[in-house]
């Protein structure tokens, strides 16, 4: 599977769920509940991925945690927040960036139409 079919059943899921909860709960309800539905179409969901560091090949345990992986192919990092920020960005792209993935999603839950909420990310590796 691509990373381009992984992302559109994501997105799909992700749309019916935030039809079903709406926005305004914890980031933790929506990744719970995103890893459930991902899970159930068969599709292999990693929660809360540990993602080592490797500064001068030395690697390190910082406590970066993946959201979602899934596949091992997308990362999928989950927002539930008024606004996002530049930052938000960066940090999946630096995510795909240390794990050398070329597809992310920011979703961010806390929207009235979640279509608005969802932005993917490429790493031009």
Do not use: C, W
């Not at 914890?26 to 080592?52: C, F, H, I, T, W």
């Not at 630096?94 to 979640?114: A, D, Q, R, W």
């Amino acid at each position: 599977m691509t990373e381009n079919e992984i992302s559109n059943k994501v997105i799909g899921v992700a749309i019916e769920l935030h039809k079903k909860l709406g926005p305004g709960l914890l980031e933790s309800v929506y990744e719970n509940a995103l890893a459930y539905d991902l899970r159930e179409l068969g599709l292999k969901v990693g929660q809360q991925v540990s993602m080592p560091f490797e500064y001068k090949k030395v690697k390190l345990d910082v406590g970066y945690r993946l959201d979602l992986l899934v596949e091992d192919k997308v990362i999928i990092e989950i927002k539930s927040i008024e606004l996002l920020a530049p930052v938000h960005y960066a940090q999946l792209l630096t995510y795909l960036k240390l794990s050398n993935l070329k597809l992310g999603l920011l979703i961010n839950f806390n929207t009235k139409l979640l279509k608005d909420g969802i932005h993917r990310l490429v790493n031009n590796l």
